[in-house]
């Protein structure tokens, strides 16, 4: 059995979230904020736009 790993190239730690697990948790792309169902695996992206103070520098 083999088990490929993601180059270093691929992996960009500043645009994922992911649990102590190793589990992807959500993901920051061009449109929003990406989260996978864990349930059906379904995508959904959430607008930056939608979500409050994002933007918005906290002082």
């Known amino acids: 059995m083999t088990i490929a790993k ?3 190239v691929d992996y960009d730690p500043t645009h994922e979230t992911r ?3 190793g ?4 993901k920051v792309c061009g449109q ?11 995508i959904v992206v959430i607008p930056f736009s939608s979500i409050e103070g994002w933007g918005t520098a906290s002082t």
């Open 6 to 8: 993601a180059s270093s």
């Open 32 to 42: 929003g904020l990406e989260l996978k169902c864990k349930r059906c695996k379904r």
């Open 23 to 26: 589990q992807l948790i959500a």
């Open 19 to 21: 649990c102590e697990c």
